[in-house]
């Protein structure tokens, strides 16, 4: 793989902040809230049982009305970068917190299922604006193409680790205590996190706050630079199906290695943290280490291609030791894929748009209810297998986009 060498023809692409303080301040707040927004994430499937007994109704029927939930994250992608350039993006994190505190508050008041459903999809909504939000806001702190992968990757690692212990916490507390705890817990990070946010005096410049007199002809160019071009449309389909194929590894991981091979409860749970674990793993030491040095082009298409070699031969291994080392693989593969996908789009454009963000970002997400019933469906009418196959073909067709995008690049 070829590397990323200083050249004063290199594309260089305008930021949002006037210093590096202000840039500092943004990556800092990011974390911060994407690991809150990872612990929140993860409560609503610990909390089905409970809820399912507090509401009178089974635990598959909470888990359908979750699912509803979904898609007031989806339509706040896709509303986000509109409101990004309204009021910028540190104000539309401020916007996530409030509507993240009222969903939460009113998830313990509610009265009936449908109610809640409702603060369901507002809290969803509020963690749509972040995902747009601190991705813009990651993004517009960088210049040169390549840089925005790496730290795109650290980014998500986390929304990995807010994920991972909240099982743990969430669980503790519904021991001890009762399931509304959940709620004010987050409301308690949230009121936090808008402190934090108010308190840094971020510095961050959209192209509409500035006044027409100050930009210079680059600039005003740059603002009537088209987001929607064919190479952005086809990152977009990328960012499908590497969330496609990552819903199938969501889902179908457990029923297989439980149902198909015949492993105890206990070993799937260790199986999965390994996969869990060298995503995690993946996203710091790449993000760091290898994607800035790295053309990304390649590095996409190799771990595509490795990913879906590896998920064909997972689904033909049958030794315990062998699953572990594929899982591991697997893990490693596919940790830095979408945020790379991600700043890879960024990177055809001569700055970074709010609008984009949100296009790229909400067309991926598509893939999460699209890919979970579509996973459902064929795994019900033929096996399992045949549903995991389908990430491969995706991996297959995620490398082909990229080498288009690429050969679409040099032509201009």
């Not at 009305?65 to 970068?81: E, N, V």
């Not at 959940?182 to 108010?198: Q, T």
């Not at 196959?389 to 986009?401: A, C, E, K, R, W």
């Amino acid at each position: 793989m070829g590397t990323h060498t200083p050249s004063s023809a290199s594309k260089k692409r305008t930021i949002i902040y006037q210093s590096k303080v202000d840039a500092s301040k943004a990556i800092f707040l990011t974390f911060v809230a994407f690991l809150f927004s990872g612990f929140q994430a993860a409560i609503y499937g610990m909390l089905s049982v409970p809820l399912s007994t507090h509401f009178n109704i089974s635990a598959n029927t909470i888990i359908f009305f979750d699912g509803f939930g979904l898609w007031g994250q989806i339509l706040a992608m896709a509303t986000g970068g509109l409101i990004i350039n309204k009021i910028k993006a540190k104000n539309t994190l401020l916007l996530s917190g409030v509507l993240m505190i009222v969903g939460s508050f009113f998830s313990i008041l509610a009265p009936d299922v449908y109610i809640y459903t409702i603060m369901v999809f507002i809290c969803n909504m509020a963690i749509g604006y972040t995902l747009v939000s601190c991705n813009y806001m990651v993004m517009g702190t960088v210049s040169k193409e390549g840089e925005s992968e790496g730290k795109l990757s650290i980014l998500n690692v986390f929304f990995s680790l807010g994920f991972l212990i909240s099982a743990s916490i969430v669980g503790m507390i519904l021991f001890y205590s009762s399931w509304q705890w959940v709620f004010i817990v987050i409301m308690i990070l949230f009121v936090l996190f808008i402190i934090l946010l108010l308190s840094l005096r971020i510095d961050e410049v959209v192209d509409m706050h500035k006044s027409r007199h100050s930009c210079t002809s680059q600039e005003q160019n740059n603002q009537k630079e088209p987001f929607l071009t064919l190479p952005i449309i086809l990152t977009a389909i990328a960012l499908f199906c590497i969330v496609y194929t990552e819903q199938i590894m969501n889902y179908y991981n457990q029923p297989h290695l439980h149902y198909n091979l015949g492993i105890d409860m206990k070993t799937v749970g260790m199986l999965v943290s390994t996969y869990v674990f060298a995503q995690l793993l993946g996203r710091l030491i790449f993000g760091k280490f290898l994607l800035p040095y790295i053309k990304i082009h390649r590095y996409l298409i190799v771990s595509a291609l490795l990913f879906a070699i590896f998920l064909i031969i997972y689904l033909f291994t049958h030794t315990l030791w062998m699953l572990f080392i594929v899982l591991a693989v697997l893990g490693l593969a596919d940790s830095c894929i979408y945020p790379s996908i991600l700043g890879y789009g960024m990177d055809q454009l001569n700055k970074v748009s709010a609008r984009a963000t949100s296009f790229l970002v909400t067309v991926g997400a598509i893939g999460i209810p699209i890919g979970t019933s579509l996973s459902g469906i064929i795994g019900e009418s033929f096996s399992r297998q045949s549903a995991m196959l389908v990430g491969p073909v995706m991996l297959v067709i995620l490398s082909i986009l990229i080498i288009t995008i690429h050969s679409l690049r040099k032509k201009t």
